[in-house]
């Protein structure tokens, strides 16, 4: 059996971020993945926000990473070289009831330590032009920022591995082994692995993974899932995070600008058992339709060019602070019941922003046990950027192609995605083995034609890198190959 | 070849229109004539459209879309227009400078004297249609999927459900009939058919295909790969009609539900777009907004025929020499052309009467309601019929045409500009 000291059970941004925290340390890492590629819940569905820390009850553990996590993200995004900008967010009022609001809201964002302004309609207005012009005026948090959050996934576990880290995807935990109430390894579907510690961050199944051990056997998660719209940056530009006036259980459908460019719109709020329930409904997408037009009433059906769903990973803990009233609190802690568990559990938003500093107390969590780390010496904390052709000025565009040809391939035209960006993706730390591995990586396939161009010839790419028939090459997991037989074979 | 860094005409793209587009230029005087292709062999969609069915105006011949392509292709590199193969312009600028890259040429910078924008159109998604459900393997645009059938030789699929009565979309229903994979049925939102009506009955009734109009998808179900839809009968607003849902078990949806001209280059020169056709605004030279910038086929107006691509490519291309031989034109008075009663568009939006004098000038059009009775196409000044011509029908998926004769060129000239209506006989 493979021992390892830490295992970390979950590819999603709390994993990944927590296992470059890890590789600083002289410890033997193993991160699993059950899917076919780290990222692929919550961490590359979500609204793409390091929020500024306004909105989570105060007191509770979800207020206090946000707090701590702000303000780490400009060392973290230049290290892992992935696009984060500090943009701030505006909470628009509607109408003058809306206006009423926003005093309090500006009172529950001091208590959490969060810097906050007040803009009247005309400010607004001249700030977004695009906004209602119903405005009655906003809440301003110049301490958000939006990062692509799929690039925090991989930039941070490819960080990871280059000290050390060792990842499997396609492995799912299917059990502990213990010896007494010490963990001592884990069951996986590609075999058993030994390790003295496991941290849970597992996302939508972190509850499955504490009631394996048998610790928390209340805890439950209840996936609860939004819907959102990408639109197409040809039609509409917004370069502003717009948050409505918040409802009681969600902050509401926003509309933002992504680091990608698009303006992207969600997301609603639908609870459901199915921890794979990722489908868009009709009435989903009419929700966030009515909730985008409050907001900007100039957006219209014609510039979509994506709909996605992702599931919120909510949890139904207490918040530890006494003489605070809040069930949804993150689970960041060693398990009280076994040895050798790390609970990272209930990580919805904010938990992307807060994934740097969950990570670094996964470090003290670790110590507090008695683990001993000791710095590796040589660590290296920068991740380099690859090249994205669509960047780079037509200078540096030229230079490039000259220097390796295959950069001045274009394969995705609406998203300008060459060649050499996708065999780089395939041979990268963690290698982009599937389609959707290199559009989450690139974010080829994304634009007007969704991938219509350049699907076959992705396909015949990662066909000829990974030396495998086309009919071996798949969108996701196993099961989702693109083509199943050449046209003249007799079907058997 | 060695790549000049000046042009007279350059054409992009190497479908039926670019490649007319550059013949013609080369026939009509302009010296040096450059396509540039992003794909590694010039013919555009129609390398993998092979079936019959082009040609039958151009050549009164029934021929296969390759051997269609062939023949101007051959004609092409007879009267010596130069190809740049397997290269993207990545940007044209108002003043004709454009910027291409390539792996096998490198990046380059090219000056032309005009340029002809021929880069087709694209598939609508399933995002555009806002279709819900999962999004696994098995989804893909019918123009996708034919690329696969018939260019890379490989299967996408074994039981098809196809959204959408495009052509390309029944084409595909019966190509992959031939290949054995079962379709197991097309749906239509629109109460009317979307594509040519020999395609229906060709790829659809010759082969026990239902189509199933006022039917759209509701869901799509499946994680790793597409396991079943679920259809819906819509009502005229297309909302759904409870009670209806049918979940139809398939590996693959295709969608055959549009076509989108594109021209997000056009955009970056400045050329003004046609909200309703999604293409240039275009004189009868097909010239755009920016001088020197012309544009021909499916980045115009989303054509039925090839053949009609083919002749607004050597319209284009004539427009574009006579622009390098001449120097640019005094500006004439040019006369509007309005989409009146029943007409969804017409191209093109302004004519020349002058251009009268060199022959006829075609308008064409889509009709926005299918009239199944005969009826009128009617151009008219104000009040005043100037011209009319007889249709036995009028449908949305066939466009129509009517031509401007010479003769009517003085009173097309009086007039401050025309109103073309399709109304029943």
């Not at chain 1, 609860?224 to 040809?234: M, T």
């Not at chain 2, 890379?152 to 390309?168: A, C, Q, T």
């Not at chain 2, 955009?267 to 755009?288: E, H, M, S, Y």
Request: proline share 6%.
């Amino acid at each position: 059996m493979k021992k390892y000291d830490i295992i970390i059970i979950g590819g999603g941004v709390i994993g990944c971020m927590t296992a470059r925290a890890l590789s600083r340390f002289d410890l033997k890492v193993l991160l699993i993945e059950r899917e076919s590629d780290i990222g692929m819940g919550a961490s590359s569905a979500n609204s793409a926000i390091i929020h500024a820390g306004h909105d989570p009850m105060p007191g509770s553990l979800k207020a206090e990473m946000n707090r701590l996590a702000n303000p780490m993200w400009d060392q973290v995004s230049a290290d892992l070289g992935i696009p984060f900008k500090r943009s701030g967010a505006y909470i628009v009022a509607i109408g003058e009831d809306e206006f009423g609001c926003l005093a309090a809201l500006k009172e529950r964002a001091e208590k959490n330590g969060v810097l906050t302004e007040i803009f009247n309609a005309d400010e607004m207005l001249k700030r977004e032009p695009l906004v209602n012009p119903a405005t009655s005026g906003a809440l301003f948090t110049p301490t958000a920022g939006m990062v692509d959050p799929f690039a925090a996934c991989v930039a941070s576990i490819e960080n990871a591995i280059q000290n050390g880290v060792e990842v499997l995807t396609d492995t799912a935990f299917t059990g502990f082994i213990m010896e007494g109430k010490k963990i001592i390894g884990i069951h996986t579907s590609q075999g058993d692995f030994a390790c003295r510690w496991v941290v849970n961050a597992a996302g939508t199944y972190s509850d499955e993974v504490m009631h394996a051990a048998e610790t928390r056997q209340d805890f439950k998660i209840t996936p609860r899932r939004g819907e959102y719209y990408l639109l197409d940056k040809a039609e509409i530009e917004i370069n502003n995070i717009l948050f409505p006036v918040p409802s009681k259980v969600s902050k509401g459908i926003l509309v933002l600008g992504s680091t990608h460019g698009n303006v992207l719109v969600g997301p609603n709020s639908q609870t459901t058992d199915y921890k794979e329930n990722k489908a868009v409904t009709p009435e989903g997408l009419a929700e966030i339709w009515q909730g985008a037009q409050k907001l900007v009433p100039s957006i219209t059906p014609r510039s979509v060019i994506a709909v996605f769903a992702g599931l919120r990973a909510t949890g139904n803990a207490e918040c530890q602070t006494p003489g605070v009233n809040y069930h949804n609190d993150f689970v960041i802690e060693r398990a009280g019941e076994v040895d050798g568990l790390i609970n990272l559990a209930g990580i919805e938003s904010p938990g992307l922003t807060a994934a740097p500093a969950i990570a670094q107390r996964v470090t003290e969590l670790l110590k507090e046990g008695g683990e001993k780390l000791t710095e590796k010496p040589g660590w290296n904390p920068i991740r380099p950027a690859r090249p994205r052709f669509n960047h780079l000025t037509r200078e540096e565009q030229a230079a490039l192609v000259a220097q390796d040809p295959r950069y001045g391939r274009i394969v995705c035209r609406c998203e300008m995605i060459t060649e050499g960006e996708i065999v780089a993706e395939i041979h990268a730390p963690l290698p982009a083995r599937t389609y959707d591995a290199i559009k989450r990586r690139t974010w080829l396939g994304t634009g007007r034609c969704l991938g219509s161009f350049d699907m076959p010839r992705v396909v015949d790419i990662l066909a000829h890198e990974l030396n495998l028939p086309v009919t071996a090459i798949r969108k996701k997991g196993a099961g989702s190959e693109f083509l199943l037989r050449q046209t003249k074979e007799v079907e058997a | 070849m060695t790549i000049k860094e000046h042009y007279d005409v350059v054409v992009i793209g190497s479908g039926p229109g670019g490649l007319a587009a550059a013949i013609s230029a080369k026939k009509n005087g302009a010296q040096d004539v450059l396509i540039i292709e992003r794909d590694i062999e010039p013919g555009g969609i129609l390398l993998q459209c092979i079936h019959n069915g082009f040609g039958v105006e151009v050549f009164k011949q029934d021929l296969p879309g390759p051997s269609y392509a062939q023949r101007f292709i051959n004609e092409a590199y007879q009267v010596g227009v130069d190809f740049l193969l397997d290269t993207m312009v990545l940007e044209i600028t108002r003043d004709h400078r454009i910027t291409a890259t390539s792996k096998r040429y490198g990046f380059l910078t090219i000056q032309a004297k005009a340029v002809v924008l021929a880069m087709g159109c694209r598939e609508r998604t399933r995002a555009q249609v806002r279709l819900p459900g999962t999004r696994p393997a098995g989804v893909y645009t019918a123009g996708t999927a034919q690329r696969w059938v018939n260019v890379e030789g490989y299967m996408p699929g074994k039981n098809f459900v196809i959204l959408g009565s495009g052509d390309i979309g029944m084409i595909m229903a019966r190509r992959l009939t031939f290949e054995g994979a079962k379709v197991e049925r097309v749906l239509e939102v629109m109460p009317y058919l979307s594509g040519l009506t020999r395609n229906y009955v060709q790829c659809l009734m010759d082969f026990d295909i239902e189509l199933q109009l006022k039917h759209t998808v509701k869901n799509i179900i499946g994680k790793k790969r597409v396991e079943a839809i679920e259809a819906v009968a819509v009502d005229d607003k297309w909302n759904y009609i409870p009670g209806t849902e049918e979940i139809i078990p398939c590996d693959t949806l295709l969608l055959s539900v549009g076509l989108i001209p594109e021209n997000e280059l056009s955009r970056q020169a400045g050329v003004l777009i046609d909200p309703v056709t999604a293409g240039p605004f275009v004189d009868d030279g097909f010239q755009t907004n920016i001088p020197g910038i012309y544009s021909a086929g499916n980045v115009v107006h989303v054509y039925d025929l090839v053949d009609w691509v083919t002749e607004a490519g050597l319209i284009a291309g004539k427009s574009a020499a006579r622009l390098v031989q001449n120097g640019p034109q005094p500006d004439a008075k040019t006369i509007a052309v309005k989409a009146g009663e029943n007409v969804r568009y017409v191209v093109p939006h302004t004519l020349n009467p002058d251009h009268l004098a060199d022959g006829e000038i075609r308008i064409q059009m889509r009709v926005r309601q299918p009239i199944e009775a005969p009826v009128w196409v009617e151009v008219r000044s104000g009040e005043k019929l100037l011209h009319r011509k007889g249709e036995p029908y009028a449908r949305p998926g066939e466009m129509v045409t009517i031509p401007l004769k010479p003769a009517l060129m003085d009173e097309v000239k009086a007039a401050g500009e025309l109103t073309v209506a399709i109304v029943k006989r």
